[in-house]
């Protein structure tokens, strides 16, 4: 049975790309760490559109958990022919006082999980010669990013591996993106601890960022930057010298993480 398998799928971007799919059709294979908000989702979906709708609670930044997620579909009969390796979060800081373990799992559920993901179904996707993979990266992969370095450098990684696969895979009929959305209304800033700090204003939708995605598959567009500003921005960033963008990036956001501290 085709499935269109969704990591990060319980919140944000992810859920915004279940319920589009789900109105179009696509069985789903939903996949996070809350078990409970998967259940209210598919079960919703379920109802509303009559596809398929699997849940599968997991967390992608444990060692090993890409071959259980993989062997659980096999098992259940899902050919996989739509994957979206959405999962991932960020950190905000001085680099030398953040807490080094979830800078090494930030690492594993943003680079590890998603190369992992991507090498197990693409496998199959040149079997099949038809298929899509969407990782979603960030408008934050063009350049060096003081105080989210971490973040930032999983997503320059995200943004390369993805533009190269794609290439290598283009003549099996096998669509590959690298989604980059700006800021968005979800929790990741939350998560990250960035909320007081960054204080975005007239930040997308997931919705606006999921259809910008969906474009760009029927166009065959292989590094989509969502909304005009991030596109703007990311063409200022890469033709203007690096250090003079770190420098102006950090002089931001020095100042509102001091004074954040200071409140």
Not at 59 to 68: F, I
Not at 217 to 245: D, L
């Amino acid at each position: 049975m085709k499935a269109t398998l969704i990591t990060g799928a319980s919140s944000g971007i992810g859920e915004a790309f279940a319920r589009r799919l789900a109105r179009e059709k696509h069985n789903l294979v939903l996949v996070a760490r809350s078990k409970e908000r998967l259940e209210q989702i598919a079960e919703e979906l379920i109802s509303k559109h009559q596809i398929i709708a699997e849940v599968i609670a997991l967390d992608l930044s444990e060692p090993g958990s890409d071959k259980v997620l993989f062997e659980t579909t096999e098992s259940k009969g899902f050919q996989v022919n739509w994957l979206i390796n959405n999962a991932g979060f960020g950190s905000m800081g001085y680099f030398s006082e953040l807490n080094l373990e979830k800078e090494l799992q930030m690492i594993r559920l943003n680079i590890e999980a998603l190369v992992a993901l991507t090498h197990h179904y693409l496998r199959k996707m040149r079997e099949m010669r038809e298929g899509v993979i969407i990782n979603v990266s960030s408008a934050a992969s063009f350049q060096p990013v003081p105080f989210m370095a971490t973040y930032a450098a999983t997503k320059a990684f995200v943004t390369s591996f993805t533009a190269a696969i794609a290439e290598e895979n283009r003549p099996f009929g096998i669509v590959i993106q690298a989604l980059c959305p700006g800021a968005t209304q979800t929790n990741f800033f939350e998560r990250a601890n960035m909320n007081r700090v960054i204080g975005i204003k007239g930040m997308q939708t997931p919705e606006q960022v999921v259809e910008t995605s969906l474009k760009a598959v029927r166009r065959k567009k292989v590094v989509p930057v969502s909304g005009f500003t991030n596109y703007i921005s990311s063409i200022v960033g890469s033709i203007t010298p690096e250090w003079i963008v770190t420098r102006a990036i950090s002089s931001v956001l020095r100042s509102r993480i001091e004074k954040n501290e200071r409140q």
